[in-house]
């Protein structure tokens, strides 16, 4: 079955600094990989998802990249802000009907 | 908390008792999930459900239960046979499989 792996477990950043999040697949057949946010107590949200016959997508400060060859993707986000201090959890897609989470990363902005 | 509801936020069990969890969504979604998360270990699927009637186990299914008679509903049942129940419990629908998961607030279950 699917594997994902996700770095690092935590990180700190200033603010207005980039924070760049990095997860790994196991699976080649993998087609759908998306990027969540969960805020303290609060529940998981999707912020940006991919597609394996993409390379890269954006959406304002956010970013995800995709290596099929290396299985490997990344999440960007740029000019950081407060309020993107929550934890990020990448995810893989296991057949049609599965998502397998990374571990997650809490990411702090520090003013 | 729009679309997917959870009930209740927080819920203890009793040593060798049955209790279950509510999730209701109003979205018109198809697929339906139980995600447990534990600290530093993500989320794990527990099962799921594609429609009405059927569903399937996922990677950490034993000890648990389920059941869909209605698209709107997919209850979870953690059984005694669940020896370790304390975790945070996540309840997500989606309109196309496993893209674009809309997660419910949770539910906190915790051992007396």
């Known amino acids: 079955g699917e594997n994902v792996e996700q770095h690092p477990s935590t990180l700190s950043v200033q603010e207005g600094d980039s924070a760049v999040i990095k997860c790994t697949y196991s699976?080649?057949?993998?087609?759908?990989f998306p990027w969540y946010k969960q805020e303290l107590g609060k529940r998981p949200q999707l912020i940006i998802d991919i597609r394996s016959n993409v390379g890269e997508k954006k959406d304002q400060r956010i970013a995800v990249t995709l290596n099929k060859t290396a299985k490997h993707f990344s999440l960007h986000i740029t000019e950081t802000q407060p309020e993107d201090s929550a934890v990020y959890f990448c995810?893989?897609?296991?057949?049609?009907?599965?998502?397998?989470f990374g571990q997650g990363t809490r990411l702090t902005i520090n003013p | 908390d729009g679309g997917i509801t959870q009930s209740p936020k927080y819920l203890f069990r009793k040593e060798g008792q049955n209790v279950t969890l509510s999730c209701e969504q109003n979205?018109?979604?198809?697929?339906m999930y139980w995600y447990r998360q534990d600290p530093g270990q993500g989320l794990r699927l527990i099962y799921y459900?594609?429609?009405?009637?059927?569903?399937q186990k996922g990677d950490i299914a034993e000890g648990y239960s389920v059941s869909r008679e209605k698209k709107e509903s997919f209850p979870l049942t953690v059984t005694s046979a669940q020896k370790n129940p304390t975790a945070f419990y996540l309840c997500a629908s989606s309109a196309r499989a496993v893209e674009k998961l809309f997660f419910g607030s949770g539910t906190q279950l915790s051992v007396l």
């Open positions: 995810a893989a897609s296991q057949g049609a009907q599965k998502l397998v």
């Open positions: 699976d080649s057949a993998s087609n759908y």
């Open positions: 459900s594609q429609i009405v009637n059927d569903f």
């Open positions: 979205l018109n979604h198809d697929a």
